[in-house]
Antibody
């Protein structure tokens, strides 16, 4: 069955770099896109960026040049890396499978998320 | 960026009631809208896409409607398991953007 699982640190120091891995199973990264979405505690959802099935990427400009998404298809893994972390980057970070066809686009499977706290 | 304004922020209703959550886009999104349910401590789950298409396995008491800039999610015959936060999300244009959420509680 389709599964996504995020692994990463619970705590990151201010100004340091966050690295999270999303390991997927039940589908191929060359068939489906995987996106990253984050959610600060008690708040809403924010789209961060995408790894397209063809290997390209897209980013929310809100993250400027801080964010990088990559993948290793042989390991079925998608990586998020974000530098210069600030306290308002404290959030739960989700990876989600993006389903796109006939103009319909939605996230049909999500990981359980990893809660990251940025500490000074 | 397309702004999604969702209302109300919170909602309290009795079991068996019908509730409606609204979402307004800052520009026409041509039905490019999805609704998600997020239960406490869990990840979001897809309910509706294309503004009115029910995702596989979602109970038929959930329905979506709307067009242009105005969309709504209706839940008929409210059940205790519907306690959750609900988010709209537009996919007409990137960056993808979400509404701020509606927290639904049972009265």
């Amino acid at each position: 069955q389709v599964q996504l699982k995020e692994t990463g640190p619970d705590l990151v120091q201010l100004t340091q770099t966050l690295s999270i891995t999303c390991t997927v199973s039940g589908f191929s990264l060359t068939t489906y896109n995987v996106h990253w979405v984050r959610q600060p505690p008690g708040k809403g959802l924010e789209w961060m960026g995408a790894m397209w099935n063809g290997g390209g990427t897209d980013y929310n400009s809100a993250f400027k040049s801080r964010l990088s998404i990559s993948r290793d298809t042989s390991k079925s893994q998608v990586f998020l890396k974000m530098n210069s972390l600030q306290t308002d980057d404290t959030a739960k970070y989700f990876c989600a499978r993006h389903h796109y066809y006939d103009g319909y686009s939605y996230f049909d499977y999500w990981g359980q998320g990893v809660m990251v706290t940025v500490s000074s | 960026d397309i702004q999604m304004t969702q209302s109300p922020a919170s909602l309290s209703a009795s079991l068996g009631e019908t509730v409606t959550i609204e979402c307004r886009a800052s520009e026409d999104i041509y039905n490019g809208l999805a609704w998600y349910q997020q239960k406490p401590g869990k990840s979001p789950q897809l309910l509706i896409y294309n503004a009115n298409s029910l995702h596989t396995g979602v109970p038929s008491r959930f329905s979506g409607s709307g067009s242009g800039t105005q969309y709504s999610l209706k839940i008929n015959s409210l059940q205790s398991e519907d306690v959750a936060s609900y988010f709209c999300q537009q996919y007409y244009n990137y960056p993808l953007t979400f509404g701020s959420g509606t927290k639904l509680e049972i009265k």
